[in-house]
């Protein structure tokens, strides 16, 4: 059974940083492309990052390039993004997702986690 769990989020100021964390199981992270995505409120979901399977090819959304940093530690089965210099549309709900997807689309992503919130507010 493939699950996605997440840690991570919460609020902080414009100009911060966080880190999201998402523990994956059921699966073997080079046979599905995973990412994260996010969801604004009014807004659809939008994919942040990606790694894709078997070349490990990283994408970036235009927005977040040069301040988030996807990785992933194969050892230990888990997913990061770095976010620093989180501004103020940074804020909605993050999500971890995995599947057999070519890009960064939301509807090629099989299993999501659960989400977790990040708030960037003066």
């Known amino acids: 059974q493939v699950q996605l769990v997440q840690s991570g989020g919460g609020l902080v100021q414009p100009g911060g940083s966080l880190r999201l964390s998402c523990v994956a199981s059921?699966?073997?992270?080079?046979?599905?492309?995973i990412g994260w995505f996010r969801q604004a409120p009014g807004k659809e979901r939008e994919g942040v990052s990606c790694i894709s399977s078997f070349t490990s090819s990283i994408y970036y959304t235009e927005s977040v390039k040069g301040r988030f940093t996807i990785s992933k530690d194969n050892a230990k089965n888990t997913l990061y993004l770095q976010m620093n210099n989180l501004k103020l549309e940074d804020t909605a709900i993050y999500y971890c997702?995995?599947?057999?997807?070519?890009?960064?689309?939301?509807?090629?992503?099989?299993?999501w986690g659960q989400g977790t919130q990040v708030t960037v507010s003066s």
């Open positions: 059921g699966f073997t992270s080079d046979d599905y492309a």
């Open positions: 997702a995995a599947g057999q997807a070519a890009g960064i689309e939301p509807a090629e992503y099989e299993y």
